[in-house]
């Protein structure tokens, strides 16, 4: 037998116990409450059969075990009570609010689908109401489980004359046998036994022996039916002990009465009636609802017996504290006095109460027999119905076929059902399933409904209790015609809960709840309630196919009926059930209806932390309540919180509660450690977090003049986000600030106020093991930490704002932010009607990343750690501030920009080092702090630039920046080569002497975007070679592109400088006039440069051609960024030396890495031009005029060279191949062409060189077409060609070339147009041998240009 059916079996012998009704003297009632009890109380823990007994059957004495046999001990006059229907009423509700106090164990997390519900085990107060409501039930005559079977006479051995009180005692009874009859008693040959009980400490114990001794040797009753009830053995000096012991620590002993202590019904009051009358029976069944005396005290509680089922006559196992002797039970009863009790109840049923019965079985068979009601093979198969229908005995109509006077007292149909009943309490539940299974057809024949459903009810306990398969058809009707037929809601309740429990047990959850259903009704309240309840625990449960969903609707019913019937706490527990299923789902009107009733319910009865809870479901970002809802329930949460706050300060907790409005990101939390510059980009410090430390990396190896950074090295930290690394705890100094960026989130769909909005942390001091924190006073706590405070924060509905809130380390130790406190307002500032606030708090959890390194890591979900919040406070360091004028967000490519930087000491330390750190040093450069200091450039002054690399050390004045010190530099900011963005990014580390090994050394970001523009290009071609000079053409190029059709913009050439060690410019032959010529949009300027040869000089020379004195030209920052621009672009890296110092030359370890063939077949760099330009922008509202320069370093003089880079072009597998041949074209410059008869006919000869020892065979292709198609594009070189041409001769040409050999041919080429041609648009191919190596396309190293002009004659184009 399964667990379930233990527990329903246990249910039913429960209800359907023998009754044994107790008549006392006065002075066996004085004995018992010298035990603080009655005596029923005293044998209701022992009134259950230890040993197993046995019954013979009537018709062929087969013997029937009976075990755990358990009565029910009641007053006589316990049956006289017929209770109204408000007292009932009034008890089951008292019975099943406080048994909700009773729960024991915690709630069990179990997984229905898709949704884990958390809820108890079991349901105690629909156990104690089902337990309370079968005592309310009054006795009908349809049936006789109630009635009583024995009576026993209890009388004391210390009375003066016991057998006269017996006597007196056996009168009464006869009397009330008389009176009642089968109304109250089972037969009228009802067993009455004798008990003396006896004081053992203060009696006779010879006198009570002799006494108990004539009582069973009396003449007509046999030697079982009197008995001795020795008690009461422990004596008053003992029981004062015991009594001190618990006062003194606690009880010690068993109290076995506390689990079945309840209060027997008293005397009825006058709405109570005493029938005595055969109508009783009639005015209790047409009644609804039957209740106890309003004088009723109800039984708080029922207990659970070993198989899970209350037992109606316990309550549960838990007792208060001793503080004196009638709070404690028993004390005058030793364990042998218990043992005592138990054989006592044990022979009573053994030796007494079966033995009757037996007899009684049998003696009521006979009569059936001789009545013809059963025949003689009844227990054999077959069932005999009433011959002739009924007996003459009575009228037809006796009584109402919905009452159980339907049948007269003596009739057979009554008798049988007696015998049914008679042998069920008695566990012989095959014979009476034989007999309910033939009164049920008798009654139903008959038309007795109420006696129909009484059999059909009883033939289902019977098939529980034998084992057999349950017909739900009869429980069905059984309960239909109780309800309708008879109109009795009490049996129909009656059978339905017995009934749903075997169904229950069996796993019929569904069958079990339609019973329930079917007893839910308007008529009352708190029992619909608890059906309803039960049927949302069926579909919960149902076997394979559990039904949360139902169970939340049926859970919502029920807490509405709760609450109609006033039981609050029941209301809240049914809705939190509910809530489980609807939390989170796409329901949001129900979940939020469900909230709102625990909100307003829970502020009722006084869970003000649950109301608050409630609220703020309702306080939702995916809410779809209306704005002016959620006003309306924001205003009633700040009043429940309130009032909860208030409870909580009258309760000594300091502590604030935690509210989650407005929303706070806690990974979106970004940390500044230390005072953050104004002007740098926030964003930047984290984004390229990596950027950052590669910069501190070398800083700290140029600082340390170390090779290698430490192992122990760790970066600086000044900003920490969730995309930075936060794994390494970082520090701050002393009276520095730390800022906390917060996301804030109204997620409300109205205005939200805030006031006093500040940090919460907690500090231990490294000279102090005490925690202190600023929650409880903010005052004390500024003591040791200065805590920023916003006053007040506004947000409209949805709106997300950034706050930023700092705070101030006073003393050293470690600090944790841990929230954020603020008061929450019911309205703006100036409202004073109705506003109210509360002091609440948000916690910051910052949660680390994902550990993905293992596979325990993977499948533990672990995180690793996040220090973002978590800091050390050590002494004071220095604290530098680097300020910088505004700079640009736009600039030309070359353009110079000049601003200024200044640095500041902010801290208590000096500062004696300042390091520049950065990977664009060709963008900027730093002057000198005084702006005197730049010098001016003649010609023939040597150059000598500053040292540049990625990292170098600025001058400080006299090497140290003392506290509050500050100094100026001089800044620019060039212009990028190519056009882009561009990020520039500076660190700048600072140090003092003594900075101890916490914090060696500080840093500070710089970072700026700037967007360089196209603005000039420029080509520098040999033209002319002599042996001691030789002449340059330049063509620069407009490239500037305006964005509006209305701005103009023109570039003037200001300044050239050349920087040689063995050319200068010859400026009386030269072919640029500057400062004069402008060079408007897509436009473009060619000039030509002599250089003169300089002998005797080994270091570089500068010559300067300009509209302004020499000595009016500035050289910084001309030489700075030459020598940066070296740095960060090889392709024009060049090789300079500084001036002699002490006999020393210092060569700049700078040189070309090209390829082995490139750098044998190009001379060394040995000049580089300087070209400084201007440009006028010009608007309809302004005029911009701005400044720049490019630098162009020349590798190889009789090479075309463009100040743009570019790219290196991709080689075949013969890497050398691309440098075979170089070939020129040229034609006669002094010549002016001129279309002439509609066209224009030049010579162009073309020259090859055989730049290796070997054989070199050349192709040469001409285009077929006028399409243009050159070696170098014309973007690149800034030029667009003006029309196309026709080369007009062989398009084909095969040359072999002697090593290191040239050879020249002669082409023509024809104009139609005039305008500017770039001649090389051929290919020329070569290779070694043409069996062995493939043709690859050889690179021009030049652009011819030809300007051919329009003819003389107005007639020609």
Not at 145 to 152: I, S, Y
Not at 738 to 764: G, P, S
Request: glycine share 4%; proline share 4%.
């Amino acid at each position: 037998m399964s667990v379930n059916e233990v527990r329903g079996v246990d249910l039913i012998t429960q209800v359907f116990s023998p009754r044994v009704a107790l008549l006392s003297s006065t002075g066996a009632e004085k004995l018992a409450q010298k035990n603080n009890l009655s005596l029923v109380q005293l044998l209701r823990p022992f009134a259950q059969m230890r040993t197993e007994a046995a019954l013979r059957d009537p018709y062929n004495n087969t013997v029937h075990e009976v075990r755990n046999l358990k009565l029910k001990f009641e007053l006589m006059e316990s049956n006289d009570l017929v209770p109204d229907s408000s007292t009932v009423t009034q008890l089951l509700n008292a019975v099943v609010s406080d048994s909700l106090s009773k729960i024991n164990g915690a709630k069990v997390n179990s997984k229905y689908g898709s949704y884990n519900l958390n809820m108890h085990s079991s349901a105690p107060w629909f156990e104690s109401f089902r337990n309370h409501f079968m005592r309310t039930l009054p006795v009908s005559q349809h049936e006789f489980t109630r009635h009583f079977v024995a009576c026993l006479l209890v009388v004391s051995s210390s009375e003066p004359d016991p057998k006269t009180q017996f006597a007196n005692l056996e009168k009464q009874f006869r009397e009330n046998l008389a009176e009642f009859g089968s109304q109250r008693w089972f037969t009228s040959d009802i067993l009455c036994c004798r008990v003396l009980i006896h004081d053992v400490a203060e009696g006779d114990e010879k006198a009570a022996s002799e006494l108990i001794q004539e009582l069973k040797n009396e003449i007509g009753r046999g030697p079982h039916l009197s008995y001795l009830l020795s008690i009461n053995s422990r004596r008053v000096f003992e029981v004062q002990e015991i009594v001190k012991s618990n006062n003194k620590y606690g009880p010690k002993m068993v109290d076995p009465w506390k689990r079945f202590l309840f209060d027997n019904l008293k005397q009825p009051t006058q709405k109570a009636i005493k029938s005595k009358s055969a109508d009783r029976g009639s005015n209790l069944d047409a009644s609804n609802g039957s209740t106890e005396s309003s004088q009723i005290r109800h039984p708080l509680d029922m207990p659970q017996s070993p198989n899970g089922v209350s037992d109606p006559d316990s309550s549960p196992d838990s007792f208060a504290p001793i503080t004196g002797e009638n709070s404690y039970h028993g004390l005058y009863l030793t364990s042998a006095d218990q043992e005592v009790i138990r054989s006592f109840v044990d022979e009573f049923i053994r030796r007494a109460l079966l033995p009757h019965y037996e007899k009684q079985i049998r003696s009521l068979y006979d009569q059936l027999v001789a009545k013809k009601a059963i025949s003689k093979s009844f227990f054999s198969a077959t069932k005999k119905w009433f011959a002739s229908g009924r007996t003459a005995n009575y009228p037809m109509h006796f009584g109402s076929a919905e009452s159980s006077n339907f049948y007269p007292p003596e009739a057979s149909e009554v008798q049988l059902r007696k015998l049914g009943d008679l042998a069920f309490l008695f566990q012989m539940y095959d014979i009476a399933y034989n007999i309910y299974y033939q009164c049920k057809g008798d009654f139903s024949s008959d038309g007795a409904h109420l006696f129909y459903a009484g059999s059909l009810e009883m033939t289902v306990f019977c098939q529980f209790m034998l084992g057999k398969s349950l017909t739900t058809s009869y429980i069905d009707t059984a309960v239909s015609a109780y309800l309708y037929q008879c109109r009795n809601y009490n049996y129909a309740l009656r059978c339905c809960l017995l009934c749903s429990e075997i169904l229950l047990c069996k796993s019929v959850f569904l069958e079990a709840s339609t019973n329930f259903l079917k007893l839910t009704s308007e008529e009352s309240d708190l029992k619909s309630a608890l059906l309803l309840e039960q049927v949302a625990f069926c579909y919960i449960n149902a076997r394979g196919f559990p039904k949360p969903r139902k169970f939340a609707f049926y859970m919502i019913l029920a807490g509405y009926r709760y609450n109609k019937a006033d039981q609050k706490h029941h209301l809240l527990r049914t809705y939190e059930l509910a809530q489980q299923v609807f939390k989170n789902s796409t329901w949001s009107h129900a979940e939020d209806n469900i909230n709102l009733t625990i909100a307003k319910h829970s502020h009722i009865v006084g869970k003000l932390d649950i109301a608050t809870q409630s609220y703020l479901h309702l306080l939702t970002k995916n809410s779809m309540d209306k704005s002016n809802q959620q006003a309306n329930f924001f205003q009633d949460f700040i009043t429940c919180f309130k009032e909860y706050i208030e409870f909580k300060r009258d309760s000594s907790s300091a502590k604030l509660s935690e509210v989650m409005l407005p929303y706070i990101n806690s990974q979106a939390v970004v940390v500044t450690y230390g005072a953050l510059q104004r002007d740098s980009n926030f964003e930047a410090h984290f984004i390229q977090s990596s950027h950052w430390v590669s910069l501190e990396k070398a800083a700290t190896l140029f600082v340390t003049k170390a090779k290698t950074i430490p192992i122990t090295w760790k970066p600086s930290i000044q900003v920490l986000s969730q995309t930075t690394v936060n794994n390494i705890k970082p520090r701050t100094a002393r009276n520095e600030p730390v800022k906390i960026k917060l996301q804030l989130e109204n997620t409300m769909k109205f205005h939200l106020y805030l006031e006093k909005i500040h940090l919460l942390w907690n500090l231990k001091r490294t000279d102090c093991e005490d925690l202190i924190e600023n929650e409880s006073d903010i005052l004390e706590g500024n003591k040791y930490i200065k805590t920023e405070v916003i006053n007040e924060l506004s947000f409209d509905n949805l709106e997300i704002k950034s706050v930023s809130l700092g705070i101030i380390p006073c003393v050293e130790g470690d600090v944790n932010i841990v929230g954020v406190a603020y008061n929450l307002c019911s309205g703006a500032a100036d409202t004073t009607f109705n506003r109210k606030t509360v002091r609440v708090k948000q916690n910051l959890n910052v949660v680390g990343p994902k550990l993905n390194s293992t596979r325990d890591d993977r499948l533990a979900n672990a995180r690793g750690p996040d220090f973002r919040l978590q800091f050390t406070v050590v002494s004071p360091q220095p604290l530098l501030e680097v300020q910088f004028s505004p700079l640009p967000s736009e600039i030309l490519c070359g353009e110079l920009h000049t601003a200024r930087v200044t640095f500041h000491n902010r801290g208590q330390i000096p500062i004696n080092s300042l390091v520049v750190s950065s990977k664009d040093v060709g963008y900027f450069a730093f002057g000198h702090a005084d702006p005197n200091m730049l010098g001016s450039v003649q010609n023939g002054a040597q150059f000598s630039p500053n040292s540049v690399a990625e990292v170098f050390e600025l001058t400080l004045p006299e090497g140290v920046l003392l506290p509050g010190q500050g100094i100026t530099m001089s800044f620019w900011i060039r212009g990028m080569t190519n056009a882009g963005r561009y990020s520039i990014s500076l660190l700048f580390l600072y140090k003092n002497k003594t900075s101890d090994s916490a914090m060696p050394h500080r840093i500070v970001k710089k970072s700026f975007e700037i967007e360089a523009r196209q603005s000039l290009s420029a080509n520098c071609i040999k033209n002319r070679n002599f042996d001691q000079s030789f002449q340059l053409v330049f063509s620069l190029h407009n490239l500037l592109q305006n964005l509006n059709s209305q701005c103009l913009s023109s570039f003037t050439l200001a300044t050239l400088i050349c920087v040689s060690k063995k050319w200068i410019i010859n400026r009386s032959q030269n072919g640029i006039v500057v400062d004069t010529s402008k060079i408007n949009e897509q436009e473009q300027l060619n000039f030509e440069v002599r250089l003169d040869r300089i002998v005797g000089e080994e270091d570089n020379v500068i010559s300067i051609i300009s509209s302004e004195t020499p000595s009016e030209v500035k050289l910084i920052p001309f030489n700075e960024f030459l020598v940066r621009n070296s740095v960060m672009f090889p392709e024009i890296k060049t090789t300079i030396q500084s001036p002699k110092k002490s006999g020393e030359s210092k060569v700049h370890p700078l040189s070309y890495a090209g390829s082995s063939v490139k750098t044998a077949i190009k001379a060394s760099v040995d000049v580089t031009f300087i070209f400084e330009w201007k440009v006028n922008i010009e608007t309809p509202e302004k005029k911009v005029q701005t400044s720049g320069m490019h630098y162009y370093t020349l590798d190889e003089i009789d090479y075309e060279k463009s100040d743009s880079p570019i790219p290196d072009v991709a080689l075949s597998q013969n890497a050398n191949l691309p440098y075979l041949v170089r070939y020129e074209m040229k034609y006669d410059s002094n010549l002016e062409y001129r279309i002439e008869k509609s066209f224009a006919k030049v010579d162009v000869s073309v020259q090859f060189y055989n730049c290796s020892e070997q054989l070199v065979e050349v192709k040469l292709f001409l285009p077929e077409s006028p399409t243009p198609s050159s070696v170098f594009s014309l973007d690149k070189l800034g030029l667009r060609e003006s029309f196309s041409f026709w080369w007009v001769c062989k398009s084909t040409w095969v040359l072999s070339l002697p090593a290191l050999g040239r050879k020249e041919i002669k082409l023509k080429a024809c104009f139609f147009k005039p305008g500017t041609y770039n001649l090389n648009n051929v290919s020329v191919l070569a290779s070694f041998n043409s069996t062995v190596y493939k043709f690859v396309e050889q690179d021009c190293m030049s652009a011819t240009f030809i300007t051919i002009k329009p003819s003389l004659n107005p007639e020609l184009p």
